[in-house]
């Protein structure tokens, strides 16, 4: 079983950084790939960046490339998203998810396995 918890979160002023984590308390953590979605009000959940079980494969929303970066640690059970240069269309609530299907690109929420509760992230203009 995967159960994630997200942190990290938090207001931030445009072009500040805030890096986000995603632990996992189960012990199955290094057998999903993990993405980073995100959900602004009125919006759908948007992809934003994915990484494969080893780290050995990442990819990125358009929005997300150069600012973004994921990684992880299996030993930590967990992900991270770091985020620069954080503009104010970045706001919105950000989940972390597991997915079962771990090789190459995948941007669909349907195809995560695992959720986590999200984590608010503000950024102020």
């Known amino acids: 079983q995967v159960h994630l918890v997200e942190s990290g979160g938090g207001l931030v002023q445009a072009g500040g950084s805030l890096r986000l984590s995603c632990a996992d308390s189960?012990?199955?953590?290094?057998?999903?790939?993990m993405g980073w979605f995100r959900q602004a009000p009125g919006k759908e959940r948007d992809f934003v960046a994915r990484?494969?079980?080893?780290?050995?494969?990442?990819y990125y929303a358009d929005s997300a490339k150069g600012r973004f970066t994921i990684s992880r640690d299996n030993a930590k059970s967990t992900v991270y998203l770091q985020m620069n240069s954080l503009k104010p269309e970045d706001t919105a609530v950000y989940y972390c998810a597991a997915s079962q299907i771990n090789s190459g690109f995948d941007d669909r929420p349907a195809t995560y396995d695992y959720w986590g509760q999200g984590t608010q992230v503000t950024v102020s203009s």
């Open positions: 189960g012990r199955t953590f290094s057998e999903y790939a």
């Open positions: 990484i494969t079980w080893s780290g050995g494969n990442k």
